[in-house]
C-alpha cells in the first residue's frame, strides 16, 4: 500500500481499500486505484447488459451504433411502422450516450452568436440559432410523451466567467441569443455570485433556467425500453464490419452473421471508423472524462451548488459539473489526454485539479468513479446529417454536445428515411468538410488542446 510521503488509502468497514481523495487524486498521491471504480457512475442505476439475439435476416432499416442518435431514429421509424434492427459493437449504450454529463443546453451552438452570423451569415446562423433551442425543447417532450423517467429536470445552467472581460461578452451574447432564439437568461455579477455557487474562482456569470439536466444511463435505459415495446430490436456485440449495396439493398456483414436491409443510418458519433470512410475523414474522435465524488455533507453541498444547477466555464478548454440527481454527489467532467478507456487514475487527474481549484472545500472528498468516452469532432464545428455518396443515411459530429442534438438528429434524419417533410433542418444543405490531414488531426489532439489550456491559463 502506501509508502514514503504517500499518503494511506482509508480502509472501509469490510476491509477494502477506501476511494481516493480529491486531493490525492490531483496531487497524483494515489497509491491503488482500488476503491475507484472506472465504470460510468450512470451504470450503477443503469447497468450494461448484452442479451444476446439472433440477427434477423432483413428489416427495413439496420441502424448502425445504439446512442441517442440510433435509438432516436429508432424510435421513430417504429411509431412510423417500419422494421428496424440496431447493431451495437459493445453493450448497447457502450459509447458517449451513457457516458456523458447529462446537461443539456439551450444554445447548442459552439460559436457566439456573432461568431455564427460572420461564418454562415445571418440568415443561416439565424436558423441554427432558433433550432439549437427547439431542441431542448423537443427532448423534454419526447421524455414526456415517452414517460421516461430520467430526472430530467429543468434546472438552468449557471456559466462563470473566468475573466472579466468574458463576463460582459456572454452579457452581450446572451442578448444576442435571446433576440434571435428567444432564450431567456440573465446575468450575475460577481459580488451576487454567491447566489449561485460557493466559489470565488470566477467574475460572474449567466444563468440560463430553461437548461436541463438528466440522468443519461436512465434516458437511454428508457429509450431501449420503448424501442423494445414497438418491436424494434437492439443487438449487442454485433459490429457492423463492412456494408455493401447491391441494387437498391444493402447488406450488412457483422460477427453474428448478414443482415439485408432497405436502408442504413450510420450513428457512431465519436466511435466513426473506416467502415464508412467518407464518415470517418469528417470525424476526429476526442476523449471526454468525468469523475464523481462520493456523498459530501449536506452544508457543504448546499453552500457549493445552492440552486442545484448545472454549470460550466468560458474557458476554451471547458470544465463542466452538476450534482448526481438525488444525491450529494459532484460529477465533474472535462476532457481527458488520450482517447478513451482509461483505468489509470492518472488520466483523470486534472479534472480533480480543476475541482479543487473550484471548490477547494471538497479536497477530502472521496473519488469514487472515474470514466471516459469519446466525443465525435468535425472539422467546422457544426453536426452534420445527410446521406453519403453510397446513399447511406449518416447522423452525427455534435463536437461534445449531443444530448438533445442526437435525440434530436436521430429523429429527423428518421423521418428523412421515410420521406417525411418534417425531417428538413437547417442543417441540410451545409457542405461537411472533412479534416485537411485527418491523421495529424487525430494525434494533434492533445497538443491543441495544452496549447488552449495554457491560452486559458494566460491572457493570450
Ligand atoms: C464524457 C462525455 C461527457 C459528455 N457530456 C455531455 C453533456 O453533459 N451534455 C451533452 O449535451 N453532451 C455531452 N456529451 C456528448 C454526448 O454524450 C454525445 O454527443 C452523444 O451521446 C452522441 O450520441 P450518439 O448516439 O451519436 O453516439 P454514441 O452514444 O457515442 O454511440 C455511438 C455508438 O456506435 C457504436 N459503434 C461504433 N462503430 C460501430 C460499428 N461498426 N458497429 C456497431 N456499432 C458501432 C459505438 O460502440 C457506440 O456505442 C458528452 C460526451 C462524453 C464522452
Known sequence: MASGSEIDLKVTKDGGLAAPTAEQLANGRVTSSEGLSFKPYWWDAAPRTAESHPLPANADVVVVGSGFTGLSAALTLLH???????LERGVPGFGASTRN???????????????????????????????????????????????????FARCGRFRAAIRPEHYDAMARDMEDLRQIAGVESFMVPKAE????IGSDAFFGGSVLPGDASLHPGLYHAGLMRRIGEAGGLVIGNAAAQDISRDGGRFTVTTPLGKIAAGEVIIATNGYTDRLVPELGRRIVPIGSGLIATGEIPEETFARLMPKGRVYGNTNRVFYYFR????????????RVGRGAGNTSERAFRH????MLHVFPDLASAPITHAWDGMIGYTYDEVPHLGRTGAGLYYALGYCGTGVS???????KIALKVIGKSEGRTAFDDLA?????????????????ETWYRFRDATKL
Open 80 to 86: 412510423h411502422g417500419r422494421s428496424v434492427v440496431v
Open 193 to 196: 455570485q454567491h447566489t449561485e
Open 432 to 448: 461537411f468538410p472533412s479534416f485537411p490531414v485527418h491523421a495529424i488531426a487525430k494525434r494533434a489532439v492533445p497538443v491543441v
Open 323 to 334: 450534482a448526481a440527481p438525488g444525491e450529494r454527489r459532484v460529477i465533474w467532467g472535462g
Open 405 to 411: 442534438r442526437a435525440t434530436y438528429f436521430g429523429n
Open 101 to 151: 454529463g447529462g446537461q443539456i443546453g439551450s444554445g447548442n451552438q459552439k460559436f457566439r452568436v456573432k461568431r455564427l452570423i460572420a461564418l454562415r451569415g445571418r440568415k443561416k446562423a439565424e436558423a441554427m440559432l432558433r433550432e439549437g433551442a427547439r431542441m431542448l425543447d423537443d427532448i423534454a417532450q419526447l421524455i414526456d410523451v415517452e414517460k421516461i423517467d430520467c430526472h
Open 351 to 354: 479534472l480533480a485539479r480543476d
